[in-house]
Structures are given as structure tokens and as C-alpha cells.
């Protein structure tokens, strides 16, 4: 036999290739419904859950859930194949499947992260490589003399010179940090298919911007407003309301104030999101566009303004748009429906 | 994996086991010895005992799996025995078990190394594994041919035909066809000692035979235009469906319209997959067959002090060969002490006439009459002459139900089967123990569909030269959400119609459609009456 080593790589490969062929069309599920509740919290592995394969063929047996379907495909028994989706491939799944393009970070070299890899190896150290080790003393020792199996000697001498420490090498990455600012009227009502839709959105810009400038580089924070604006905490963006009188202007004002005083503008990369039902007052269109144009473009990488199910007296969007035409920062969409989600995703996202 | 020869230990003790195995007589082919790890182990058993196999996506889902089990500590990467018999046989050690059961393993596989050479279904052929890695190497030039996609997809498709093969059958290949079958692989024969046959002369004459013989003229034209027609469809096609055909695959890969590439596959996956018909057939006799020269040459490793942990081994033992009951049944139990009450029977003279006839119950049980016959050489003529259907009917008895606890079942597990108190022969504060002729019964009717549906092909020309499957009825209905798949898939492999019959339900998959229609339910005696007669089986 000519075979080293008795191994099933290449056919865990092709299930593998199987079931990452799933994940797309999971993904394609997900995109063309809208569906983006799978998305579970900051950071975490996506589990996905499919039915398990099994070659269907003439047997006696109960009747699976699933039962069969696939044909040359492979048929389903009525078990589950659970499997983890790191956060990253889903995302990056995604932004393929979305023709999302990666974010431009900017801030790049001002602050460093640093980090400690172990990539080399040396004679002195504090991390003993055992296996690099005992490598170099078994070659030492054959070359003693002092490990010959065909004269039955099988010592294994462990000299200080075999000794292999894993030396850790200082890595240094740019790092890049962003602040996300959501903007909610709460002079809407926000409750039923109109808060899903918000939700879902909001927790897609978040995972989107998490994996595209890390976990921990990303600070997420909430204003709502009426005829007044104010921080709240995420879990509050969504329960606050109040039925009256609403001004949008000074809540893209106050998140302004807020980049401007608290960030260093030249490092930080600044979102900002805003979701109402697009019905403004009075020339409060004008004083957006006012201050979209003079401040916050110059400062922003990023500003969405979307009106969730929008009335027909909403005109926000409409109003911006005469002024902001495929505008490489300023996105403007509306979401009438569920499906909407991922068109609006692509507007907020895709390059102009 | 490395040679045995690669390892003192090992290698010593192999020596000591085929010198035991030679010096007690045992009919050996060459057995080659490999040491594995753990997962080489998991992989080999996943290649069907082959050390390759074609890229598959079962293969790949069944690896992950069992990755993640052996890793997560839900399974033990330890395996007993591992061998693939043929001439040479491949045996496979597991490189964490200590020398002594290492020696346990080469002592079994002796067993059924010989077990393969001598049986009568003639399981042992030269240089099989050496073919099945040609098929693989034939399968993996194919896979390039055919393209990745259509490779997968005609691989799966023949996944779901897999458990349609009877190759020992009555209804196998060679029992339902006519025509230009293929060369079957070379077979070793075991020798049979000749038995003195006496010369009969018969009478010959054409003459007196033609005079003699009944003729039928009314039915001579009809018997012409058979013959004719069967002359035609040999002509035409190259071969004759003239019984049901059972072994399926085996006739798809001989007459399915196929390109080299897809014959490649499914040649491998009949010749690696037609192995289990014959486990099956000859497991209890196989594994009784391997733990009793197992024990005798461990006996004798044990007094020349080639291994130690007598008590170690004893404790292995017991535990292989524990009682179950008849539905658990354990073969390697059931096998060995079978085995060895058949010897005892040879032993002292109870196969014989003399012993059958007796009526004397006092003189029965005390019977022990020395026979000339070598028990040994018995129970190697019975190897070469049963399968597990005939050895269980024979020596089987009543008694020996009870004696080795196969009609004894806990009562809470008796009470979760809902077995009736009508079967209960007797019981106590924790077992019941159940009718031992119903428990035999139960039992020699596993041959008959080894808890498989029986299906087989009757008709070769049926919708649109479309294959007619017959599921012959035993009372039990087929999962019906994977008729369609599964007929789907054979209409890939045949590339024309495929219907099966199954009751009183004619399912069809033609040409994209699946349709089921009601038809008269017909038993097998009859589809076999018609076509014994030369007619269709099923008409629309």
C-alpha cells in the first residue's frame, strides 16, 4: 500500500464545501426576506441550524419532519445539523452577498494596537515549545549514538541547547475607532411592525460597523427627540415616546455638539443614523440640510436618514433630496415594508 | 499507519499467533498487519475497511461528526478488530491498545481470515482491497471527466441504491439474467474433499426421445414465438430479465447506460459495499468462528508467557461474548457458544442417526459415544456448507434459547415493548422469559429480510424502457415521502422511467414527473408465475 496516512480530508472538505454552499443559501434566505433576526448579540457566533442530510432510499420507518426532499440533492431526515458561524465569515457573507464594500477608516497610524505573537523561536525564553523541543533532542540523540531502536537503545537525552522557547514578537495595528449616533423621533408612535423594523435595522448597522472596525473600537450611542433632543440608553431608544410637537433639526444639532466636544475629529470615524416617520414642520427640512452640508458632512463618514413606514404627509427624505443627489456621505431611503430592509442596508452602504 | 514490522513487540507476537494458527491447522490467506492511530482508525472504518476512497460528501459528514464526538469525549477513538478479508487479508491495529489485546485482535482476525477463505458463500477473492483502491484511483480520473458537479450528483444518486444490493440472494444477478453478464470476480474455491461418486449410464437416443416426448402442437408456435422473442431481447439488448432481480445495484451497474466515469462509481460502491450481504448472512458463525480459535491461541500465548494479563483478558472476553436477548443479539455470544456446543455434540457422537432415533431419555442424556470423526474437521465441513440461516435452524435448540438467555428480558423492558403475558413462558422479581420457539422463529426470519424491504427489479421495458421495481409486500408500508426521492435518483442512474409497485401503488418517476396511480395488488408468487410464463408482470 502506498498510502502514509489513512485520512478523509478531502471528503470533510467537500461537506465542507456542502455545507458553506447552505450557509450562502441560508443567506440568500435571509436577504431576500429581509429576515436579519439571526443576527444575535455584539460580536457572537451565528448558529445555524439546518436539516441533516441523509441518502434517501426505499426503507420502512415513521415519517421525519422533513421527509425526504432533494432528490439527487441529499434528502433530510427530520434531524438537525446545528453548526457555528463565526461573526466574521456571517458577516463577511454577507457583505458579499450585499456587495457591500469595507468601510474607509480613517485615523489610520495615529493610534496603534498593540498586541504579542508568538511566531518565532529561540534558545532562551520563558514559554518552553515542547514539541520543536523533543524534535531537537531526538535529533541529537540519534546523532549521539544514544537512540538506536535496531540496537535497542531508546534513550532520549534532553540537553540545555535542544531547548526551544517560543519568543513573542510585539505586533502593532492601526487602530481605528468609531462612534455611531441613532437618532429616533419619538413624537411617532414605535410600536408594532414599525419597531421591528427599526430594531432590525439598528442591530444591523451595529453588527455591520462591528465587524468593520472591532468589537471594542465601536461606541454605539442613542438620542431621541421631540421638540427637545436628549441621550438615552439603547433599551429606552425604543420605549420612549410622545405623542405632540417634533423638531428633527436639534437632534442631528446635538449629535454635532457631541462629536465636536467629546471626539477628536481627526481620529474618530462618526456615523450617524436617523429614523423617523419623516413628517417635519415649518423650515425644519431646510435647517437639516443647513447643517448637514456646513458641519456634519465635513466631519462624517457616514449619515442615513430613513423614514420607517412613511405617511403621506412625510416629506424629510423628499426635501433632502433636491439637495443631497448621490451623495457619497449622505444616504436618504424609506422603508415601507419588511423586504425594504435590505435595500435600504444597500443605500446606506454601497458605494455611490 | 506503518508496518507491523516496525514495531518488536508487535511484531513478535505476530509470529507467535500464525505459528499457533499454522500448528492447529487453520487455512490461512497472507495477512498483512498495520498499526493506525485513532482518527486513521475512524477514517479507515468511514472508507469501509479500505484505506481510500473517492472524495463524498457521507464520508465527509460522517468524519466531522465523529471528529467532534472522539474530541468531545462522547466517543472512544478505541476499536476491537479491524480486518478486510481476501487474499491477502488487511488487518488494522490500534496503536493505544496495550500488546495483550493486540494479540487478541491477530488471534481473532485468524478467524475470520479463514472463516472468509473456507465459507460456503465464497467470500474471499484475490486481491480485493488492491482493487478496490484501482476503482478508487479509476474513480478519481473519472471525477475530472465528469466535472465536480456531476460527479457529486451522480455519487449521491447512487448513495440512495446502496442498500439494494444481493449479491448471495436466490434472486441475485445470476439467477435473473441472461445474457452478456460480466466476468465475476475470481472466486477461492475452498477444496472439498471429493465424495465417490458412482457412474450411471443413461440411455440416448434421439430417436426413441423424440418418440417418447409429448408434443403439444397447439402450443408449439407459442413456445417458438418465445423463444424467438427471448433470442430478439438478447440480441437487442444484451441481456434477459427472466426471474426479479434483487441485487439491484448490481444490475445497474452492469446494464445501466453509463460513460466510464459513471460506471467507475458505481463498480466501486457495489464492490465496496457488497461485503455486508455476506456479513450478514454468515455473522453469528463468522464471529463464533474468530473468538473460538481467538480463545484457543490466546490459551496457548498465554502458557508460553508471550503476553500477559490473563485476567485482563478474561475480563475482555466476558464482555465480548455477554448475553443479550434475541433482538440485541449479540454475535460473538451467541457464535462462540454455539461453536463450541456443536464440538461437544461431534464429541461425543450426537450428530448421528443412532442418537436421533434414541428414545430413551436417560440413555440420551447420558450418551458419549467416540466417534472417528475429527470434531474440528466437522465444524470446518459445516463452514463450508452453511450460512447462519441453516447452522441456527440445526443446532439451535430449545434448551439452548434458554441456556445462552435469548428469549430473557428485563420485566420494565418487556413492559415498554408491550409484550403479551400469552408469550411469557415463565419469570421472576426481574426477568421474563419468553416462548423459545417463537424467540427461534423470530430469529431464522431475520434471513429471510434482514429488516429490509425486499425489492426487485421485474421488468426491464415498462414505461418508456423505463425499470419496473417490485416491493414484494410483507405487511409493512414503505416511507412514503422517499419513494419519490429515491425513484428519482435511479431514473438518474437508468436515464429513462423508473416506477416501483409497491401494494397496491404504482409510483413512477418519468421525465421530471412523479405520479402515483392505484393498480390491483398482486403477491410475488404471481409476478414470478407471469414471468416464468414469459409474460409482462404488470400491464397499464
Redesign the interface.
Known amino acids: 500500500?502506498q498510502?502514509?496516512?489513512?485520512?478523509?480530508n478531502?471528503?470533510?472538505?467537500?461537506?465542507?464545501d456542502?455545507i458553506e454552499d447552505t450557509v450562502e443559501d441560508a443567506i440568500e434566505e435571509i436577504i431576500n426576506e429581509g429576515d436579519l433576526d439571526t443576527l444575535g448579540d455584539r460580536g457572537s457566533e451565528i448558529i445555524i441550524e439546518m436539516d441533516d442530510?441523509v441518502?434517501?432510499?426505499?426503507?420502512?420507518?415513521?415519517?421525519?419532519e422533513g421527509?425526504?426532499?432533494?432528490?439527487?440533492?441529499?434528502?433530510t431526515e427530520g434531524g438537525k445539523l446545528v453548526f457555528n458561524l463565526p461573526f466574521n465569515r456571517f458577516m463577511e457573507l454577507l457583505a458579499e452577498k450585499l456587495r457591500l464594500p469595507n468601510l474607509k477608516k480613517e485615523g489610520k497610524g495615529k493610534i496603534k494596537e498593540v498586541s504579542y505573537e508568538f511566531k518565532t523561536f529561540g534558545p532562551t525564553g520563558v514559554i518552553l515549545d515542547k514539541k520543536r523541543t523533543f524534535k531537537r533532542a531526538l535529533r541529537s540523540s540519534i546523532g549521539m549514538g544514544k537512540y538506536d531502536?535496531a540496537r535497542g537503545k531508546y534513550t532520549v537525552d534532553f540537553m540545555r541547547r535542544d531547548r526551544r522557547y517560543k519568543i513573542p514578537v510585539r505586533v502593532e495595528n492601526p487602530k481605528y475607532k468609531a462612534v455611531v449616533f441613532y437618532m429616533g423621533d419619538i413624537s411617532y408612535s414605535t410600536h408594532g411592525q414599525r419597531l421591528e423594523m427599526e430594531k432590525r435595522l439598528v442591530n444591523f448597522i451595529k453588527n455591520w460597523l462591528d465587524y468593520n472596525y472591532g468589537v471594542r473600537n465601536v461606541e454605539h450611542r442613542f438620542f431621541v427627540h421631540d421638540v427637545k433632543a436628549y441621550e438615552v440608553q439603547e433599551q429606552e431608544f425604543y420605549r420612549v415616546g410622545n405623542i405632540g410637537g417634533t423638531r428633527a433639526f436639534i437632534a442631528f444639532d446635538l449629535i454635532y455638539q457631541v462629536a465636536f466636544n467629546e471626539y477628536d475629529i481627526n481620529s474618530t470615524n462618526f456615523y450617524a443614523f436617523y429614523f423617523g416617520d419623516g413628517e417635519v414642520f415649518g423650515n425644519d427640512s431646510k435647517e437639516i440640510a443647513g447643517i448637514l452640508r456646513e458641519s456634519i458632512m465635513p466631519v462624517f463618514n457616514r449619515v442615513g436618514i430613513l423614514e420607517v413606514l412613511p405617511s403621506q404627509w412625510s416629506k424629510l427624505v423628499l426635501d433632502l433630496s433636491k439637495d443631497f443627489v448621490k451623495n457619497k456621505i449622505i444616504r436618504l431611503s424609506k422603508i415601507h415594508r419588511k423586504s425594504d430592509t435590505i435595500n435600504a442596508i444597500k443605500t446606506l452602504f454601497q458605494e455611490v | 499507519?506503518r508496518l507491523i514490522s516496525t514495531d518488536?513487540t508487535l511484531s513478535h507476537l505476530e509470529k507467535r499467533v500464525l505459528h499457533y494458527a499454522e500448528e492447529m491447522g487453520r487455512t490461512l490467506p497472507e495477512i498483512r498487519f498495520?498499526i493506525?492511530d485513532g482518527?486513521?482508525f475512524a477514517?479507515?472504518l468511514?472508507?469501509h475497511v479500505y484505506?481510500?476512497?473517492p472524495?463524498?460528501?457521507?464520508?465527509?459528514?460522517r468524519?466531522?461528526t465523529k471528529k467532534f464526538r472522539i474530541e468531545s469525549g462522547q466517543e472512544s477513538s478505541l476499536y476491537y478488530e479491524v480486518v478486510q478479508t481476501g487474499n491477502p487479508s488487511?488487518a488494522y491495529l490500534n496503536n493505544t491498545n496495550s500488546p495483550m489485546i493486540q494479540a487478541t485482535v491477530m488471534a481473532h482476525v485468524v478467524g475470520h481470515c479463514e472463516f472468509s477463505e473456507l465459507n460456503v458463500l465464497q467470500d474471499s477473492n484475490p486481491d480485493r482491497?488492491e482493487y478496490v483502491?484501482y476503482l478508487v484511483k479509476k474513480v478519481n480520473a473519472g471525477q475530472h471527466q465528469m466535472g465536480e458537479k456531476h460527479y457529486?450528483?451522480y455519487w449521491?444518486?447512487c448513495?440512495?441504491?446502496?442498500?439494494?444490493i444481493a449479491p448471495h440472494s436466490q434472486y441475485n444477478l445470476e439467477h435473473s439474467v441472461e445474457g452478456d453478464l460480466p466476468p465475476q470476480p475470481e472466486k477461492i474455491v475452498p477444496k472439498v474433499e471429493e465424495e465417490t461418486s458412482r457412474e450411471f449410464f443413461r440411455p440416448f437416443s434421439h430417436t426413441m426421445d423424440s418418440l417418447l416426448k409429448y408434443q403439444d402442437s397447439e402450443n408449439a408456435w407459442e413456445i417458438d414465438r418465445q423463444k424467438r422473442d427471448r433470442r430478439e431481447q438478447i440480441s437487442r439488448t444484451g441481456y434477459r430479465l427472466y426471474r426479479p432481480c434483487q441485487d439491484i445495484l448490481g444490475f445497474l451497474r452492469t446494464f445501466s447506460p453509463t460513460s466510464a466515469a459513471e460506471k467507475a462509481i458505481l463498480d466501486y460502491m457495489y464492490v465496496s459495499h457488497s461485503k455486508h450481504d455476506f456479513v450478514v448472512r454468515t455473522q453469528i458463525m463468522n464471529e463464533g468462528w474468530a473468538m473460538y480459535w481467538e480463545k484457543k491461541i490466546m490459551l496457548e500465548l498465554f502458557k508460553e508467557k508471550a503476553v500477559n494479563g490473563i485476567i485482563d483478558y478474561a475480563k475482555i472476553f466476558s464482555g465480548v461474548c455477554a448475553p443479550r436477548p434475541f433482538f440485541m443479539r449479540n454475535p460473538y455470544h451467541l457464535g462462540y457458544h454455539l461453536w463450541n456446543h456443536i464440538e461437544e455434540l461431534y464429541r461425543t457422537g450426537k450428530v448421528t442417526l443412532d442418537y436421533i432415533e434414541e428414545k430413551d431419555v436417560e440413555a440420551r442424556e447420558k450418551w458419549d459415544r467416540k466417534s472417528d470423526l475429527d470434531p474440528l474437521e466437522c465444524m470446518k465441513h459445516l463452514v463450508k456448507t452453511t450460512t447462519d440461516y441453516e447452522f441456527l435452524r440445526r443446532f439451535l435448540t430449545e434448551e439452548l434459547v434458554f441456556e445462552f438467555h435469548l428469549n430473557r428480558i428485563f420485566k420494565k423492558q418487556a413492559e415498554m415493548y408491550g409484550i403479551s403475558k400469552d408469550a411469557v413462558v415463565k419469570e421472576d422479581n426481574y426477568f421474563i422469559w419468553l416462548d423459545p420457539k417463537m424467540v427461534k422463529d423470530e430469529m431464522l426470519s431475520f434471513f429471510t429480510h434482514f429488516?429490509?424491504?425486499r425489492?426487485y427489479i421485474v421488468d426491464t421495458e415498462f414505461i418508456d424502457g423505463g425499470l419496473l421495481l417490485y416491493?414484494r409486500n410483507d405487511g409493512?408500508?414503505?416511507?412514503?415521502?422517499?419513494?419519490?426521492?429515491?425513484l428519482?435518483?435511479i431514473n438518474?442512474i437508468w436515464k429513462s422511467a423508473a416506477s416501483?409497485v409497491s401494494g397496491n401503488k404504482l409510483y413512477t418517476y418519468s421525465n421530471r414527473k412523479f405520479e402515483e396511480k392505484e393498480i390491483a395488488e398482486t403477491s410475488f408468487e404471481e409476478v414470478l408465475e407471469r414471468m416464468d410464463s414469459n409474460k409482462k408482470p404488470f400491464t397499464l
Open positions: 500500500m498510502e502514509d496516512r489513512i485520512s478523509s478531502e471528503s470533510e472538505g467537500a461537506f465542507n456542502f442530510i441518502p434517501p432510499t426505499f426503507s420502512y420507518g415513521d415519517e421525519g421527509g425526504g426532499k432533494g432528490g439527487r440533492k441529499p434528502g531502536p | 499507519m518488536k498495520f493506525l482518527i486513521e477514517s479507515l468511514e472508507k484505506p481510500t476512497s472524495v463524498n460528501i457521507w464520508e465527509g459528514k468524519m466531522v488487511y482491497t483502491m457529486l450528483t449521491n444518486a448513495e440512495s441504491v446502496i442498500p439494494l429488516n429490509k424491504p425489492i416491493h409493512r408500508a414503505l416511507r412514503k415521502s422517499w419513494i419519490e426521492p429515491t428519482k435518483n438518474f416501483l
